[in-house]
């Protein structure tokens, strides 16, 4: 699953937003081993500790950034509760993905949870009023058609799990939602950070609660050398394709950098098959298409009607 940040816009010259489109492809190439890592930890390691985990070790390495910037306290705290909710949702996004990671190959959950963009853009018609025309709602629809050819063959291997990436992607949507309302005067480092925070509080309840359940997701371990380098893995692939993807936007529009975020399943394909022998079908893979296609349609169009409105699109990244 990929790094969730949220980002200040940028108009960028043209050798700024060079720059920005290749910090981006970097970002989205590293990003699917976040999963790959979680994966080989899952056998061992629940999935609430391994979010745990990921949350711990992002507070460690943004902490230094934002004392350098020294934007610790640049958060608005009158919206404390709803920073409070945009971490509580990043548990439920990451717990269920990674979950999912246990039985699922790694580039079919994320072509699932790539239906993200296409739940967002129906929140945003809802509950921010964006006006969203028939082709965004047709193109949203083929979308979510494109992951049932992805879910159904799933479903018949692994049962209702499958379907637990829609939830992930949900969660993420959701807390995007959120974030476009928060993020206009807020640091986006900080606003990192105290997500941070607040996810390693909730999982930190989690797992206390958890705690002798002999639950699977919930009961955490004592993890052995090998699990802690797994986990390792996860917190510092998170953070390099964060900051990455957090200067990419800083450097380059929303808009033109959006569409690269697709790259990340076929870089999430090739680490599945190098690691886990794990390839597509050509049923996934038709779905996997239709899943692209809708969701450059809906990036081409909020892009279309941004210029023709003068107006810059949102820029959180997942």
């Given amino acids: 699953m990929?790094?969730?940040?949220?980002?200040?816009?940028?108009?960028?010259?043209?050798?700024?937003?060079?720059?920005?489109?290749?910090?981006?492809?970097?970002?989205?190439?590293?990003?699917?081993?976040?999963?790959?890592?979680?994966?080989?930890?899952?056998?061992?390691?629940?999935?609430?500790?391994?979010?745990?985990?990921?949350?711990?070790?992002?507070?460690?390495?943004?902490?230094?950034?934002?004392?350098?910037?020294?934007?610790?306290?640049?958060?608005?705290?009158?919206?404390?509760?709803?920073?409070?909710?945009?971490g509580g949702l990043l548990v439920v996004t990451m717990i269920t993905f990674i979950t999912t990671l246990k039985v699922m190959e790694v580039a079919d959950a994320i072509a699932?949870?790539?239906?993200?963009?296409?739940?967002?853009?129906?929140?945003?018609?809802?509950?921010?009023k964006e006006t969203i025309g028939w082709r965004r709602y047709t193109a949203c629809a083929v979308g979510f058609l494109g992951a049932l050819l992805v879910i159904q063959p799933s479903m018949q291997e692994v049962g209702w799990i499958a379907l637990l990436p829609v939830v992930s992607a949900f969660g993420l949507a959701v807390f995007l939602l959120i974030t476009r309302m928060v993020a206009q005067n807020e640091d986006p480092w900080s606003?990192?950070?105290?997500?941070?925070?607040?996810?390693?509080?909730?999982?930190?309840?989690?797992?206390?609660?958890g705690q002798g359940s002999g639950?699977?997701?919930?009961?955490?371990?004592?993890?052995?050398?090998?699990?802690?380098?797994y986990l390792l893995?996860?917190?510092?692939?998170?953070?390099?394709?964060?900051?990455?993807?957090?200067?990419?936007?800083?450097?380059?529009?929303?808009?033109?950098?959006?569409p690269l975020q697709y790259l990340e399943i076929v870089s999430a394909t090739i680490f599945g098959w190098l690691v886990f022998q794990h390839f597509p079908d050509a049923l996934k893979w038709l779905g996997i298409a239709i899943i692209i296609a809708s969701?450059?349609?809906?990036?081409?169009?909020?892009?279309?009607?941004?210029?023709?409105?003068?107006?810059?699109?949102?820029?959180?990244?997942?």
């Avoid at 990036?299 to 820029?315: L, T």
Wanted: aromatic residues 10%.
């Fill in 295 to 318: 969701g450059l349609y809906i990036i081409w169009r909020e892009r279309s009607i941004g210029k023709s409105a003068g107006v810059a699109p949102v820029s959180p990244t997942i």
């Fill in 2 to 86: 990929t790094t969730i940040s949220a980002t200040g816009q940028a108009n960028g010259r043209d050798g700024d937003i060079s720059f920005g489109l290749v910090l981006m492809v970097i970002s989205v190439l590293i990003s699917p081993l976040i999963d790959i890592f979680a994966k080989l930890a899952i056998a061992t390691v629940p999935a609430a500790q391994i979010t745990a985990a990921r949350f711990v070790l992002q507070i460690l390495f943004i902490l230094p950034i934002v004392l350098m910037r020294g934007t610790l306290f640049d958060l608005t705290w009158r919206k404390t509760g709803l920073h409070m909710l945009r």
């Fill in 112 to 128: 699932i949870f790539f239906v993200e963009p296409i739940i967002l853009t129906i929140l945003g018609s809802i509950f921010l």
């Fill in 233 to 258: 893995g996860v917190g510092v692939a998170a953070t390099i394709s964060g900051v990455l993807g957090v200067y990419a936007y800083r450097a380059a529009p929303a808009s033109v950098l959006a």
């Fill in 191 to 209: 606003m990192q950070l105290h997500a941070g925070i607040w996810g390693a509080v909730f999982c930190g309840i989690i797992l206390y609660a």
């Fill in 215 to 229: 639950s699977e997701v919930f009961d955490p371990v004592v993890p052995d050398v090998t699990a802690a380098f």
